[in-house]
């Protein structure tokens, strides 16, 4: 276990997981392993304390009795990692606190980000806050200067953020180098009035965030004070934890530390009891060093560190146990010299986790999502990407699924004699590939019984009874059971390559350590699926996170914020930077110190937080090793930035040579290096040992073990009785009391002295070819196929948002990627935005037929016309087509929708509220080749984006040609990426077997949606459907659904929809497909494949001329975002399916400049957002507040982010109560959203629901509508000045001087529903959205559905981010 010295005292390392608590210990060389329960109250209080007792009595050679304080005169050291915070997260039992943050903000985590979670569910469940109350504080600062600013104009202050002169200073310069103005200081007595109320309630826990504390602290440390002089036992303030630009996150962090540090101390407190002598530094230093009394007693953090007992938090201790296996393979699978970067795969019976080791340092994300709480602190990327063996078995809609539903701890598999349910495990198990006699005998009513292969056998029999009478096809049990394996596995190995191939990583090059429990059965079928050729397994794989416990580093992490532009040729820029990286490296060297290290034991990891100007995708940057820098940067060992765009073009395939490097963060990672691992490394095992074939002799037994082929004769071998050196042909069992290898056929098991290796051999898969005659549908092979073009698109949706450029593709997610057959019908589509779904193929369909015949290996189409297919004309889609191989055929087409934030007409961010014909609303391009086999035609988009809109008068041409450029180059790269996996796909299955399954998947989703027309009908007892709803012009939308339940069909026709407008909100024949097949699928409520299928059985009549089949030149661009929603509530209200939700998207620009003919051109900016609204409730569900709905999922930039890089001041950003639809279950409140500019810039608001009130059902009441309101500062009008003015001849001038000019009055006025404004310096724009409608009738009794999300229990990592809002297959 490391380097040992003798009568150094035993060493512990302990992980305490869920169900296991696994303890290692080591004395003088001597390795002693113990797993026990985590939870057995009839035996122990505590399992890590029981581990330690056994540990010491094995040690010592006697027993220990039970109770008796342990002795730490004899215990070098503890180290732990554990669940502590995690189940108090997970059980929502943490400390009862209370959250501090600005006046206006109160909502801020409520809203969140305003996205749903999860795109089809009505029934909207956004995370609960962890905080009992709010207390707001009446202070305000922002940051004086603005990214976007042209002029790169920069305030210079001296006075500095936390100094005696910056409480009297207007200006001070923030601790990130900004410079931040004080608008409103916080008055001492008023928050301790408001904090000791809190005090008095019983709340002794709380949590500060105020906006921008990252770079200004002095009202956060202002409140920390007042509370401690309360009495507060516990404060969390943002700044110290984690000084880092974004509200939210930060907000979420503090209270995550507020809620959970009180529960880590509890237990830590009780932990200490049992032992006689000191823990930790502390007690080591109290002892004074006598016969060393006391023993050092560290934590596993969430970043793969070590802390002393006395300084862990429960920030960082979300993570524990799980870092502490990737610090376990780590240092056990990686080579420094060889340096082949490893996948960890860690399968338990209610997880699987993926992380990744490579470049010889941990992988760290700085915003994960753990039990629905996001979390701003450095984590190791560890991502869960299914329930591990405990996963559910389904068979849905002639699909095999496994997951994400978990059968737990209890009941557990139905193999666990507790009445469970079919799982992994129990597939396992009844193929063979889980062996019962090394499996603890733990089940049972006496608790003494081992596995019950029966159970599992009569669970597999039911799948199959199922599969037969919902198909007809007759499959045997171990079909099934395999069948259900191999999805399982297909299930997991999607977003391992995304994890993965989303940094630029290649799984194929890297090698597999599996451990955990069930690793053992699946890590080669996970590897061939991945391209790996090599598995590694440690010997102590199944208690590896306590393993990595003990080989772990003491780390101590600091950061400070900074906004420095870096500039190789300005050495006062860098000298700045090298000392604020000296200032925390002397911090963490002294916090080290006390933890009692040497300073030549003490190393340090420096970084800076990079990125381009512009753009929030941050990229933490190492200092470059002496090796590094002398390959790639001319020996400059601090050249930061040339390593910045080395590493941006590695992760995201290009680099922006024109845009400055900023500085967001330096940060250090000091590292106390406590002891080293000292067996030899994989590869130098591999090197020297001697290889010898099994000796049959030594095989434990035999077994018919299920494998692709069938049932095979499968020797079982011990791992206790195989020496090194040992080699195993496959197939073969390797078996010990904690794990079970598979070995499968062509695959060999190699033992060596630390691990076995596994070395697998390609498949060859495109056995399945059969192109004659009539071929079957196999429900496994569909499933697997469902898997794979989804996370074809998927994979096409990263890549856009990696190599994109814009805010509104990279962080808001506006945009969408899919595939589609020869014909243009959809195949997988992986959307954020439902209104992309069904109106992409018409457009792939309409650009199919224009180009028949005329395309060529790597063309690229490029269009945004609405009558050719597109949505309004921010959204571009750029279609690629994938051919044959001899280039003679088309096979399929890749596309990408991506909606440009400006692409010109006549206000900037080209949604103009008052646009009448399409070319005020910017470059309309019905038919481009944009790239010509391969190559890229800048000069056309110039001319189309640019030049072409400018001509039309009041127009002007894209305000941000650059961004539009970069972002098509990035659409160009997701549909490569589609292409050439599509081509793999083909090597892989064959050309007929891929055409074959792209049919089957989509009649699979009509067969789908034909059932469900059927149950309507039956439901409704076949009266007619039909629902009428209006626009705010007046204008109607009515439907009509008629179905044929014989059929399983259904006509939608919207005879009697009002007649074209002269207007903007005329919706292309496309949006009424993509909400038809959004709300269907909302309907079915379980995920199908969304693809052309859905539309089969449904007949859609438009009338011709109506708004909803406008002519050539008709204004759209509020027919996507406003009329998309209205048909969706129409289409709802006419299926009684849900009250109505917000129906709107509530748009909102502003910028100034552009290129409008006839003028100068002006340098400037536009921006767009979608604001959140009430969503509507249901039959079994409440509204939710402040949430997008139906068409729309887009995130809203982060507060201090907005402010950041606009000249605004966000006033408030908070739930409207009261909006939404009382009644049995109440609709979802809107919010209030109040801008102040600071700049003049054209406004322009365009909504909807302003009139007419979001509907309720069900004798539900009717939501409250939205408001839009302009707070502007006017001269009062005096009868006097106006004679005087009228006599003098003078002009009525209507300008502003500073809010206190004399004569000056704020009016408040009405916008309504769609205006755009000039505003100046002071005005501000409050926009109130709509509420969503109540459901039943108010006084009745609730039946709201209160089951909990089968992921919440999930570890979201840097994939999270982008997986919550991805499609399931």
Not at 140 to 147: F, H, K, S, W
């Amino acid at each position: 276990m490391g380097s040992s010295q003798k009568d150094r005292g035993v060493r512990i390392a302990i992980d305490r997981g869920g169900t296991f608590t696994d303890c290692v210990g080591n004395y003088n060389g001597e390795d002693i392993v113990i797993k026990l329960l985590s939870v057995d109250p009839a035996n122990y209080d505590d399992a890590p304390l029981e581990g330690i007792r056994r540990i010491m009595s094995h040690f010592l050679k006697k027993e220990i009795p039970r109770g008796q304080p342990l002795d730490t005169a004899k215990i070098d050291s503890i180290r732990m990692g554990t669940t502590v915070a995690t189940n108090a997260l997970l059980e929502r039992k943490g400390e009862k606190i209370a959250m501090v943050v600005t006046k206006g903000f109160k909502d801020c985590l409520v809203i969140g980000n305003q996205s749903r979670p999860k795109i089809f569910d009505l029934a909207i469940r956004k995370p609960e806050v962890l905080y009992s109350t709010v207390v707001e504080v009446d202070e305000r600062v922002t940051l004086e200067d603005y990214a976007e600013d042209p002029e790169r104009h920069l305030t210079k202050v001296d006075v500095k953020a936390g100094t005696a002169e910056a409480k009297d200073a207007d200006l001070v310069m923030g601790l990130s180098g900004e410079a931040v103005r004080i608008l409103q200081r916080p008055e001492k007595e008023t928050i301790r009035a408001k904090l000791q109320e809190i005090y008095d309630s019983g709340i002794r826990s709380i949590a500060v965030c105020l906006m921008h504390a990252y770079t200004f602290p002095d009202h956060e440390a202002l409140v920390g004070q007042v509370a401690r002089e309360i009495g507060f036992t516990h404060i969390s303030l943002s700044h110290e934890l984690m000084p880092m630009i974004k509200l939210v996150s930060r907000a979420t962090s503090v209270c995550a530390d507020a809620y959970l540090t009180p529960a880590i101390k509890k237990y830590i407190s009780g932990f200490q009891k049992g032992f006689a002598g000191g823990l930790g530094t502390k007690g080591v230093k109290e002892s004074g060093g006598e016969a060393g009394k006391g023993a050092r007693c560290e934590f596993m953090q969430s970043d793969g560190g070590l802390v002393d007992v006395d300084k862990f938090t429960g920030l960082k201790a979300i993570l524990s146990g799980p870092a502490g296996g990737v610090v376990g393979y780590a240092i056990t699978s990686y080579d420094e010299n060889t340096k082949i970067p490893v996948i960890g795969f860690d399968m338990g019976g209610t997880s699987t986790d993926v992380s990744r080791y490579g470049e010889g340092r941990y992988d760290h994300t700085f915003e994960t999502t753990t039990a629905g709480v996001t979390i701003q602190s450095p984590q190791l990327d560890i991502n869960t990407v299914a329930a591990g063996g405990g996963s559910m078995l389904f068979f849905r809609n002639g699909l095999f699924v496994v997951g994400p539903e978990s059968a737990s701890a209890h009941p557990g598999p139905a193999c666990y004699r507790k009445g469970g349910p079919a799982t992994v495990t129990d597939a396992n198990l009844f193929l063979g590939r889980l062996l019962p006699e090394f499996f603890p005998k733990i089940f049972g009513k006496n608790e003494d019984e081992g596995l019950d292969p029966e159970a599992s056998r009569i669970k597999i029999q039911e799948l199959a009874d199922q599969i037969k009478a919902e198909t007809g096809k007759e499959m045997d049990l171990d079909e099934v059971a395999y069948g259900f394996l191999t999805v399982a596995n297909e299930t997991m190995t999607r977003p391992i390559r995304s994890i993965t191939e989303a940094k630029g990583h290649d799984t194929s090059k890297h090698r597999l350590a599996t451990f955990g429990g069930a690793g053992g059965q699946h890590a080669v079928a996970i590897a061939e699926s991945l391209g790996i050729k090599q598995i590694l397994i440690h010997r102590y794989s199944s208690v590896l996170s306590a393993y990595g416990m003990a080989l772990a580093d003491v780390v101590d992490e600091r950061q400070e914020p900074d906004s420095s532009v870096w500039k190789a040729d300005d050495q006062s820029v860098i000298q700045g930077l090298k000392d604020k990286m000296e200032a925390l490296k002397e911090k963490s060297r002294q916090a080290l110190r006390d933890q009692g290290f040497e300073d030549d034991q003490v190393v340090f990891e420096e970084y800076l937080n990079m990125r381009y100007r512009g753009t929030e995708s941050t990229l933490m940057i190492i200092k470059p090793t002496a090796e590094d820098a002398e390959k790639h940067y001319n020996g400059n060992d601090w050249d930061f930035a040339s390593a910045f765009v080395r590493h941006h073009r590695y992760e995201f395939g290009f680099t922006l040579e024109e845009r400055d490097i900023v500085v967001d963060d330096v940060r250090v990672r000091g590292i106390g290096k406590s002891f080293r691992y000292e067996e030899k490394s994989v590869d130098e095992q591999l090197k020297t040992v001697q290889k010898k074939d099994v000796n049959v002799a030594n095989k434990h037994s035999d077994a018919k073990v299920y494998f692709e082929r069938g049932r095979m004769d499968t020797p079982i071998y011990k791992l206790s009785d195989l020496s090194v050196g040992t080699v195993i042909k496959g197939p073969a069992m390797l078996a010990d009391g904690t794990q079970t290898i598979v070995v499968p056929p062509k695959s060999t098991a190699l033992v060596l002295e630390t691990h076995v290796v596994v070395d697998s051999e390609e498949t060859d898969k495109n056995k399945d070819e059969k192109s004659d005659g009539e071929r079957e549908v196999d429900p496994i092979m569909l499933s697997i196929f469902g898997h794979r073009f989804m996370a074809i698109a998927e994979q096409m949706g990263m890549a856009l948002q990696k190599t994109s450029v814009s805010t509104n593709v990279k962080e808001r997610l506006d945009f969408s990627c899919a595939i589609f057959d020869a014909n243009g019908g959809l195949v997988a589509n992986a959307p954020h935005l439902p209104v992309h779904l069904g109106s992409m193929s018409t457009c792939v369909r309409r650009q199919a037929e224009i180009w028949k015949g005329k395309l060529r290996k790597g063309d690229v189409l490029m269009t945004n016309h609405p009558s050719y297919g597109g949505t309004h004309l921010p959204d571009v889609t750029l279609i690629m087509p994938a051919f044959n191989e001899a280039g003679n055929k088309i096979l399929f087409y890749a596309a990408s929708r991506a909606h440009h934030a400006d692409i010109g007409g006549i206000t900037a961010g080209s949604m103009p509220p008052h646009s009448r014909e399409l070319y005020q609303e910017g470059a309309a391009v019905k038919s481009e080749k944009l790239v010509s086999e391969g190559k890229f035609n800048e000069d056309r988009v110039i001319e189309l984006f640019h030049k072409e809109p400018a001509k039309y008068p009041g127009c002007s041409g894209t305000r941000c040609l650059a961004d539009n450029i970069n972002d098509l180059r990035a659409q160009v790269s997701a549909n490569q990426k589609g292409i050439s996996l599509i081509e793999t796909l083909i090597a892989e299955y064959g050309e007929d077997t891929v055409q074959f399954y792209m049919v089957a998947i989509q009649n699979n989703a009509e067969q789908q949606v034909r059932n469900l027309l059927r149950t309507v009908h039956k439901r409704f007892q076949g009266q007619e459907l039909s629902a009428i709803d209006y626009m705010d012009d007046g204008s109607p939308i009515q439907l009509k659904v008629t179905i044929d339940p014989d059929a399983g069909e259904a006509v939608f026709d919207f005879a009697g929809t009002g007649p074209e407008v002269y207007a903007n909100i005329n919706a292309p024949e496309a949006i009424s497909y993509s909400a038809i097949i959004y709300t269907l699928r909302c309907m079915i409520s379980e995920d199908i494949p969304l693809n052309q299928g859905c539309l089969v059985p449904v007949t859609v009549k438009i009338p011709p001329k109506s708004l909803l089949s406008p002519s050539d030149n008709a204004a759209v661009v509020g027919g996507n975002v406003l009329t998309s929603q209205r048909i969706t509530d129409v289409i709802f209200k006419a299926f009684q399916a849900a009250a109505a939700s917000q129906g709107c998207c509530n748009n909102l620009t502003f910028g100034f400049g552009g290129n409008v003919a006839g003028e100068k051109e002006v340098k400037g900016f536009g921006y767009y957002e979608t604001i959140a609204g009430g969503s509507g409730a249901g039959p079994t569900w409440e509204g939710t507040d402040g949430v997008h709905v139906h068409m729309t999922n887009t995130r809203i930039t982060d507060s201090e982010i907005f402010e950041r890089r606009y000249p605004v001041l966000l006033r408030e950003f908070s739930i409207r109560k009261g909006t939404g639809g009382k009644g049995k279950h109440r609709g979802g409140d809107g919010v209030v959203r109040d801008i102040e500019f600071r700049l003049p810039l054209q406004v322009s608001i365009l909504s909807e629901r302003r009139v007419y009130r979001p509907y309720g059902l069900a004798g539900g009441e009717d939501a409250q509508c939205g408001l839009n309101l302009w707070v502007r500062k006017v001269k009062k009008a005096r009868w006097e000045d106006t004679l005087r003015k009228i006599q003098n001849g003078e002009q009525d001038q209507e300008e502003v001087v500073g809010d206190e000019a004399e004569g000056y009055e704020e009016r408040v006025i009405n916008l309504g529903a769609k205006n755009s404004a000039p505003m100046i310096a002071g005005d501000r724009i409050i926009i109130c959205t709509p509420g969503g409608g109540g459901w039943g009738k108010s006084g009745e009794e609730r039946e709201v559905d209160e089951t909990r999300d089968p992921m919440g229990t999930w570890k979201m990592g840097s994939h999270g981010a982008r997986m919550d809002l991805a499609l399931q297959a």
